[in-house]
């Protein structure tokens, strides 16, 4: 697989590279509802993407060898189900750059408020636009 910096093999690099395909991410959208077979994941992700059967059963082959997806036998189907561990390796992988986006997020929130605060001046001094579509 290709890592992001060569040579490191983090599992949260790894797991982007699990992730970077929309197929699986899907899938695990699919699971992240609840547990699912994989008939039901098969018919919608065969329907949303246009690909075969096996193709489908290789990205689930996929997600549970890197340890996203668990898959139990009930019967003659295959439930598939989430596993949290390898996500909250790429949620620590990416607390290093949250930052970049809270700073950002943060000052919106300022910027938010600070109108907020200018509109309710301007409204108790009458220098309202006398809109509603300001509100």
């Given at each position: 697989?290709?890592?992001i910096?060569?040579?490191?093999?983090s599992?949260?690099v790894?797991?982007l590279?699990v992730?970077?395909?929309p197929?699986?991410?899907?899938?695990?959208e699919?699971?992240?509802?609840g547990?699912?077979?994989?008939?039901?994941?098969?018919?919608?992700v065969?329907?949303?993407?246009g690909?075969?059967?096996?193709?489908?059963?290789q990205?689930l082959?996929?997600?549970?060898?890197?340890g996203?997806a668990s898959v139990r036998a009930?019967g003659t189907?295959?439930?598939?189900?989430v596993?949290?561990?390898?996500?909250?390796?790429?949620?620590?992988?990416?607390d290093?750059?949250?930052g970049?986006?809270?700073?950002?997020?943060d000052?919106?929130?300022t910027?938010?408020?600070?109108?907020?605060?200018?509109?309710?001046?301007?409204e108790?001094?009458?220098?309202?636009?006398?809109?509603?579509?300001?509100?």
């Amino acid at each position: 697989m290709t890592y992001i910096s060569g040579g490191w093999h983090s599992p949260g690099v790894h797991a982007l590279d699990v992730l970077g395909d929309p197929v699986r991410r899907r899938i695990l959208e699919l699971l992240a509802e609840g547990e699912r077979s994989s008939g039901e994941v098969s018919s919608v992700v065969r329907a949303e993407f246009g690909i075969s059967q096996p193709a489908v059963s290789q990205h689930l082959r996929v997600l549970r060898e890197a340890g996203f997806a668990s898959v139990r036998a009930e019967g003659t189907r295959r439930l598939y189900a989430v596993e949290a561990a390898p996500l909250r390796e790429v949620d620590r992988w990416l607390d290093r750059f949250r930052g970049f986006w809270e700073q950002r997020l943060d000052a919106l929130g300022t910027e938010l408020a600070r109108g907020k605060r200018q509109r309710r001046l301007d409204e108790g001094r009458g220098g309202g636009s006398g809109t509603d579509a300001e509100t």
